[in-house]
């Protein structure tokens, strides 16, 4: 089942233009068979990233939303503390399970990633580092399999039906 996605980059420095962390996540998403329905880029406020957020929140078309950047620890990296109101419910696996993976590739500097995942209103959320290698880390090796109804014995996108019961 194709799920539409959308993807928000967060950045003060990038532009849709040179966003390659973007750019993968739309081509891994399509090459899954999944639809883009939109694609935006915010500055690390807040206050805008709740607004593009609580605007795909409400959307019933909106089955997933990626963000990339901003989950660091630097003064202007506030994307979980914009995030983590939003959510009815947090997916704590998902951010431990990420680390444990990125380990293999960054080793101890993955602690600083404050990475996570939740639902919205029926909608997966899923907060990632911006870097390259950190989306194609969590796409290949956690969210494709998750939003494939084919992966066993478990997946996400079989319990999207049930998430407003």
């Given at each position: 089942?194709a799920?539409?996605i959308a993807?928000l ?6 532009s849709?233009a ?6 993968q996540?739309?081509?891994s998403?399509?090459a899954a068979g999944h ?14 990233i ?6 795909w929140i409400?959307?019933?078309a909106?089955?997933?939303m990626?963000t990339?950047g ?10 979980p503390?914009?995030?983590v ?18 380990f293999?590739?960054?080793?101890t ?9 939740g639902?919205a209103?029926?909608t997966?959320?899923?907060v ?8 194609t880390?969590a796409w290949?090796?956690?969210i ?10 478990c997946?996400l ?9």
């Amino acid at each position: 089942m194709a799920l539409s996605i959308a993807l928000l980059t967060i950045s003060d420095t990038r532009s849709l233009a040179d966003d390659s962390s973007g750019d993968q996540l739309q081509r891994s998403l399509e090459a899954a068979g999944h639809r883009l329905h939109e694609r935006q880029l915010c500055l690390d406020d807040c206050y805008q990233i709740r607004r593009e957020l609580s605007r795909w929140i409400a959307d019933p078309a909106v089955d997933v939303m990626i963000t990339s950047g901003g989950t660091g620890l630097t003064g202007r990296d506030g994307t979980p503390e914009a995030v983590v109101p939003l959510l009815d419910k947090t997916i704590e696996g998902f951010g431990e399970l990420f680390r444990v993976l990125s380990f293999e590739s960054i080793g101890t500097s993955t602690l600083q990633s404050r990475c996570l995942a939740g639902v919205a209103n029926g909608t997966f959320v899923f907060v990632l580092p911006g870097s390259l290698d950190a989306v194609t880390t969590a796409w290949d090796k956690l969210i494709r399999a998750q939003l494939d109804e084919q992966t066993r014995p478990c997946n996400l996108a079989q319990l999207r039906a049930r998430l407003k019961e």
